[in-house]
């Protein structure tokens, strides 16, 4: 279960990041899967990123009633043409919640600040992969597990995919530059107290 991917594919323009039991996780994603595609072939279009959102946390919501409790948080993104972009997070009793940036798991306590200071409407691509990368390069630096391969996928008006995996070789020298120079600036900063 190390090596599944904790992403999955929704629809062409929807995402579902999820973690949690590993059976849980996938049992669950093949089961809102199935049910989107079975929305498509019946109404001739998919459902907007907020519908599969609601959609989601209804169905997760409805199985805390029953002996089938699914132990999964997640993060949904999607692209509407009309609505733009949208992300949200549904925690594993069913609440949602549309948010800006987010991530999951121990690496996602040293990002949250990251993910504040850097994000702004609009950004490229581009800018997103360089703020993905200072959060990889901080969690290399801090989190005493060594994780090796980060996923990297985007939504947007072009459909889904992925872009490279961020990865301790993808690194390039300034990068290690940045985080080895503040690394240091800190320890100087905390001997001078």
């Known amino acids: 279960m190390l090596n599944q991917s904790k992403i999955h594919r929704l629809s062409e323009f929807s995402m579902l990041a999820a ?3 590993g059976g849980d996780t996938l049992q669950f994603t093949d089961y809102i899967a199935k049910h989107l595609q079975l929305y498509k072939i019946s109404n001739n279009y998919h459902l907007t990123p907020r ?7 209804k169905n997760l919501a409805d199985y805390i009633r ?3 409790r699914y132990q999964v948080s997640m993060l949904m993104a999607g692209y509407d043409v009309i609505e733009g972009p949208d992300l949200h997070y549904i925690d594993s009793y069913g609440a ?14 040293f990002c949250g600040s990251i993910f504040q200071r850097y994000w702004t409407e609009g950004l490229k691509p581009t800018q997103a992969y360089d703020i993905l990368k200072m959060c990889v390069a901080e969690i290399q630096k801090r989190l005493i597990i060594n994780l090796r391969n980060f996923d990297v996928f985007i939504v947007d008006r072009n459909g889904t995919r992925q872009l490279e995996s961020i990865n301790p070789a993808s690194f390039d020298a300034d990068m290690l530059c940045l985080s080895l120079s503040a690394s240091i600036q800190n ?3 905390k001997s001078l107290r």
């Open 19 to 21: 973690v949690g039991d």
């Open 66 to 68: 029953t002996n089938t």
């Open 187 to 189: 320890l100087g900063k």
């Open 96 to 109: 949602a919640m549309p948010i800006n940036h987010a991530g999951h798991g121990l690496g996602s306590l």
């Open 51 to 57: 519908g599969t959102a609601h959609f989601t946390r």
